[in-house]
């Protein structure tokens, strides 16, 4: 499964900004998708995540109420909606795919990784 993520880029606190994900390689709609994000410095940390259904969603507390997570499997793609952003979103936004998941927010549940897009949000 390859995936490419985009849709990152410099917003101010309070904006919004829409990353997705591509995937390609699998059939899509076998798989569960999660988004991961690492801040300089921190580890990486489960953002949310979604069933290969769409029927369930996982969110870390920290984005839950402001992040939501949606995919089309006609697409091949996930998305992740970012509202009300704060500067301590910034961070650098991965997109994982895994056939195995259980909790879904585990890193090592995810086999597949996408190269990352950068989200700053300024103060």
């Known amino acids: 499964v390859q995936l490419v993520e985009s849709g990152g880029g410099l917003v101010q606190a309070g904006g919004s900004l829409r990353l997705s994900c591509a995937a390609s390689?699998?059939?899509?709609?076998?798989?569960?998708m999660g988004w991961f994000r690492q801040a300089p410095g921190k580890e990486r940390e489960f953002v949310a995540a979604?069933?290969?259904?769409?029927?369930?969603?996982y969110y870390a507390d920290s984005v839950k109420g402001r992040f939501t997570i949606s995919r089309v499997n006609a697409k091949n793609t996930v998305y992740l909606q970012m509202n009300s952003l704060k500067p301590e979103d910034t961070a650098v936004y991965y997109c994982?795919?895994?056939?195995?998941?259980?909790?879904?927010?585990?890193?090592?549940?995810?086999?597949?990784w996408g190269q990352g897009t950068q989200v700053t949000v300024s103060s």
């Open positions: 979604i069933s290969w259904s769409g029927g369930s969603t």
């Open positions: 390689g699998r059939t899509f709609s076998s798989i569960a």
């Open positions: 994982a795919a895994t056939l195995r998941a259980r909790t879904y927010s585990k890193g090592y549940e995810y086999d597949y």
